[in-house]
C-alpha cells in the first residue's frame, strides 16, 4: 500500500470505471475518463486528503480516498472515505486492508471522524464497514436512480479519534 501517484491515475480510473456498471458503488452511470479525474485527483494531498493504492505484481488493484466532507472548514476533521477493488481482486480481503490503513491513516492526520456513503443495497461493503466499529448514522431512501429503479443511500460513520 502506497500514496498514489499521477502515473496511478489510468488504473485507478480504470477500476472506477468497472464500478459503474455494476449499480452498486457508485452514482455515476457512465465511464468516465482520465481528463475529467485529473481536477479530482490533483487536490488529493499525502498530508491532508490522500488516495492509497494497493499493488499486486506491480499493477494497481485497489484503491482508497479521503474526501472532504461538505466544504467547509468547521468539517476539516472529518472526511468521508471511497474504497473501490478490481472485480478479479474482490472478495480477498483488501476492502478491509485499505480500511483499516484509513482508520490508522485518519488519525494521524488529525481527522477525528470517518464517513462513508453507501448505497444500502450493497451488502458487502456495509458488512465490511460495520465490522470495523462503522454505524448507520442515516438513510436517504430512494435518493438515486439508475436504469429506472431507484436506490437509497446508507450513511455510515466512525469516530476515530476522540
Known amino acids: 500500500m502506497r500514496y498514489a501517484k499521477s502515473d496511478d491515475l ?6 472506477y470505471n468497472s464500478a459503474v456498471a455494476t449499480r452498486l458503488s457508485t452514482a455515476d452511470t457512465q465511464k468516465v475518463t482520465i481528463g475529467a479525474k485529473a481536477d479530482w485527483f490533483q487536490k488529493h494531498t499525502p498530508d491532508k486528503r490522500p488516495i492509497f493504492v494497493h499493488e499486486e505484481d506491480g ?4 484503491w482508497v480516498s479521503f ?24 472478495g480477498r480481503g483488501m476492502g478491509r486492508l485499505l480500511l ?10 488529525d481527522i477525528k471522524t470517518l464517513i462513508g456513503f453507501i448505497f444500502s443495497h450493497n451488502e458487502p461493503s456495509l458488512r465490511l464497514f460495520k ?6 448514522w442515516g438513510m436517504l431512501p430512494d435518493i438515486a436512480e439508475m436504469d429506472g429503479t431507484e436506490y437509497s443511500l446508507s450513511i455510515l460513520g466512525k469516530r476515530v479519534k476522540p
Open 100 to 109: 483499516q490503513n484509513s482508520i490508522e491513516t485518519a488519525q494521524r492526520l
Open 10 to 15: 489510468p488504473d485507478i480510473v480504470a477500476i
Open 131 to 136: 465490522s470495523f466499529g462503522f454505524r448507520q
Open 67 to 90: 474526501e472532504s466532507f461538505y466544504g467547509r472548514p468547521a468539517y476539516d476533521h472529518t472526511a468521508e472515505i471511497s474504497i473501490y477493488v478490481s472485480p478479479r481482486c474482490q
Open 59 to 62: 499493477e494497481v488493484v485497489a
